[in-house]
């Protein structure tokens, strides 16, 4: 077989490979971003999450439509991912500005609409992003532990920016927990690890005439297992 007809059969074999990608992306799709190739890596991560991760079906409660607060423990790097793959409405994530900056990474981060977080410098510019955001009827993704927090670490008290965005705009909050995760602790380790990805859905929170103090109290209750523990307890 000559040189150039195998470089054709590869050339062809290819093509199909990507074709059947293509078209794998677009059957696992469920959420719109408003681009033909988010769309498709919206596909391909679900794909991703709930082959290689394990991820069991699960959806993400949230409003057809208008405001929305998703906030979550952090354990690794593959979170945002694993609650990208559940939600049905595309999430903007509250990021520090270091893990913004990244690297190759930053043009994605722009284009889903993530909000940098100067945390060293005027964090409330990134709470001003994401009241407009709220007011806009977009939902923002929030880790409120502020980095990775492993259960068998020492307590941390969670910030308080879900609480007041929740308390200033009325929107609900959708708290999760995630578990199951490989290489706990850690950023890239859990992408190529393999694991058994749990997302659980922790009951809704309404803000309204909520008392935003009060409201960060259920949150923090809610992402350390607290409310649970205490019940196992009665």
Known sequence: MSTTTTALLLGLLAGLLLLWLE?????????????????????????????????????????QSGAAIVVSNHISGLDPLLMIAASRRPLRFMIAREQYQRFGLRWLFRAV??????????PEKAMRQAFKALREGQVVAMFPHGKIHLDSDPPRKIKAGAARLASIT????????????????????PLILRGRAVIEILPLLESRDVESGVLNRRIQELLDGVMESSKAGQ
């Open 170 to 189: 009325g929107a609900p909050v959708v708290p999760l927990r995630i578990s199951g995760v490989r290489a706990q602790g850690r950023i890239f380790s």
């Open 23 to 63: 078209r794998s992306c677009r059957a696992a799709q469920e959420t719109d971003w408003g681009g033909f190739w988010l769309n498709r890596l919206d596909g391909l991560n679900r794909l991703y999450c709930r082959q290689y991760q394990h991820l069991p079906p699960v959806t993400v409660p949230l409003p």
């Open 113 to 122: 609409g993530c909000i940098p977080v100067d945390r060293s410098g005027n």
